[in-house]
């Protein structure tokens, strides 16, 4: 499967983002995905996560209220909607997938997208 992410940009704090991460190749709805973020020196880290049973999700604490991951199988798109952004939540997301849940927790994913930049003024 093949991923696509999308969406990111420039906002200022408090605004509101929402990323896609669309698939090819393959339905989306056999994998769990994952949204990751990494930033300026630091190491990328998981965001968010959702099963593909769509009802088991897993978000960092420092998102939790905030992001909002969900999926649309029949579009093949994975969303991560962020709001009430902050100018720490500055980075290059990325979206993978895995037919294992426990890889988006832990980062080891077969299938990666390309990153999209999100940038928060403050």
């Known amino acids: 499967v093949q991923l696509q992410a999308s969406g990111g940009g420039l906002v200022q704090a408090g605004g509101s983002l929402r990323l896609s991460c669309t698939a090819s190749?393959?339905?989306?709805?056999?994998?769990?995905v994952g949204w990751f973020r990494q930033a300026p020196g630091k190491e990328r880290d998981v965001v968010a996560a959702?099963?593909?049973?769509?009802?088991?999700?897993y978000y960092v604490d420092s998102v939790k209220g905030r992001f909002t991951i969900s999926r649309d199988n029949a579009k093949n798109t994975v969303y991560l909607q962020m709001n009430n952004l902050k100018p720490e939540d500055t980075a290059v997301y990325y979206c993978?997938?895995?037919?294992?849940?426990?890889?988006?927790?832990?980062?080891?994913?077969?299938?990666w997208g390309e990153g999209t930049l999100v940038t928060v003024s403050s």
């Open positions: 959702i099963h593909k049973n769509t009802i088991t999700t």
């Open positions: 190749g393959r339905t989306i709805r056999s994998y769990s």
């Open positions: 993978a997938a895995d037919t294992s849940y426990s890889g988006c927790l832990n980062g080891y994913l077969k299938h």
